[in-house]
């Protein structure tokens, strides 16, 4: 599975932004999908995650009511809508396929990651 994230951008605090990432190659049905970030010098956190039928989703605690994570599996597509951002939201995003379903993704239970969109929250 190839993922193409793209959406990523600058704005400034207290704004929004919204990231897609498509899936293309041998794509299944069932698997969770799912999105992660990593800030300089940090390790690559969990921020939100989503089951196949989109019954379910899980999100980090520091973006709560504040993003929100949907798919599309007609167009193997995943999103991140992203408001009322904050400047520790500066990171490099990357969406994740968890082809076992799961949604509450491990880093290590990533099956395909996606190249990575800059985001950059101004204060």
């Known amino acids: 599975v190839q993922l193409q994230a793209s959406g990523g951008g600058s704005v400034q605090a207290g704004g929004s932004l919204k990231l897609s990432c498509a899936a293309s190659?041998?794509?299944?049905?069932?698997?969770?999908m799912g999105w992660f970030r990593q800030a300089p010098g940090k390790e690559r956190d969990f921020v939100a995650g989503i089951n196949w039928s989109s019954t379910r989703t899980s999100y980090a605690d520091s973006v709560k009511g504040r993003f929100t994570i949907s798919r599309d599996n007609a167009k193997n597509t995943v999103y991140l809508r992203m408001n009322s951002m904050k400047p520790e939201d500066t990171a490099v995003y990357y969406c994740?396929?968890?082809?076992?379903?799961?949604?509450?993704?491990?880093?290590?239970?990533?099956?395909?990651w996606g190249q990575g969109t800059l985001v950059t929250v101004s204060s």
């Open positions: 190659g041998r794509t299944f049905s069932g698997y969770a």
């Open positions: 994740a396929v968890d082809l076992s379903g799961s949604y509450v993704m491990g880093r290590d239970e990533v099956d395909s």
